[in-house]
């Protein structure tokens, strides 16, 4: 199981991408407290955070392409 102060999203994967870029922040938390995440895959576990808080999470997929749209936005809480 998830450990004190880790969470953990899933999402679907985008044709053509090559990285996932993320913004993680507290459910009442301020730009400033937000986390930038990159990922080469469709999942991240995060480490380091409040226990017990909500996060919030939007995803896009940057590719050759370019930068894709904003995910909706997932939630999560850290483990106890």
Do not use: H
């Amino acid at each position: 199981g998830a450990k004190s102060g880790e969470v953990f999203f899933r999402w679907n994967k985008v044709k053509g991408c090559r990285v996932y870029r993320g913004l993680l922040i507290p459910e009442n938390g301020t730009k400033d407290q937000a986390k930038e995440i990159f990922s080469t895959r469709t999942k991240v576990t995060v480490t380091g955070l409040v226990a017990g808080v909500k996060y919030l999470l939007v995803v896009e997929a940057i590719g050759t392409s370019g930068v894709g749209p904003v995910s909706d936005t997932a939630s999560a809480y850290a483990a106890f």
